[in-house]
C-alpha cells in the first residue's frame, strides 16, 4: 500500500523559489511515471510537471522554463524545483503517478506566492 507524502510548502515572494519533496513508502517510481499537480481556489487540479520511467520531462505552458521536476529512485523521492514563482502559482501541490491512482493522493502541501 503506497502512501505519497508532499512537503516543502511555505509562504514565498514574487520572484522567490521552493523545493518541494514527494517521499514515496515504498520504491514505485521505476514502475510509474510520476507527476506534480495543483490546485488552486476555485479551480480544478492540473499537471504541472511530470517524469517518466526513463526521466523523461513534460511541463504544463505555465510553469516551463521555471520548474524542474526530479527524482531520487534511492530515495523513494521526487521533487519540484520552483523559480520566479509567480502569485498564480498559488496552489496547494500534490504529488501522484501519471496517470493518477485516486487512493494515492494525499495532503498536499501549500505554497503561497504574495508580497
Known amino acids: 500500500q503506497v502512501q505519497l507524502v508532499e512537503s516543502g510548502g511555505g509562504l514565498v515572494q514574487p520572484g522567490g523559489s521552493l523545493r518541494l519533496s514527494c517521499v514515496a513508502s515504498r520504491s514505485i517510481f521505476s514502475i510509474n511515471a510520476m507527476g506534480w499537480y495543483r490546485q488552486a481556489p476555485g479551480k480544478e487540479r492540473e499537471l504541472v510537471a511530470r517524469i517518466g520511467r526513463g526521466g523523461s520531462t513534460d511541463y504544463d505552458d505555465s510553469v516551463k522554463g521555471r520548474f524542474t521536476i526530479s527524482r531520487d529512485n534511492a530515495k523513494n523521492t521526487v521533487y519540484l524545483q520552483m523559480s520566479s514563482l509567480k502569485a498564480e502559482d498559488t496552489a496547494v501541490y500534490y504529488c501522484?503517478?501519471?496517470?493518477?491512482?485516486?487512493?494515492?493522493w494525499g495532503q498536499g502541501t501549500q505554497v503561497t506566492v504574495s508580497s
Open positions: 501522484n503517478t501519471f496517470p493518477t491512482v485516486r487512493v494515492y
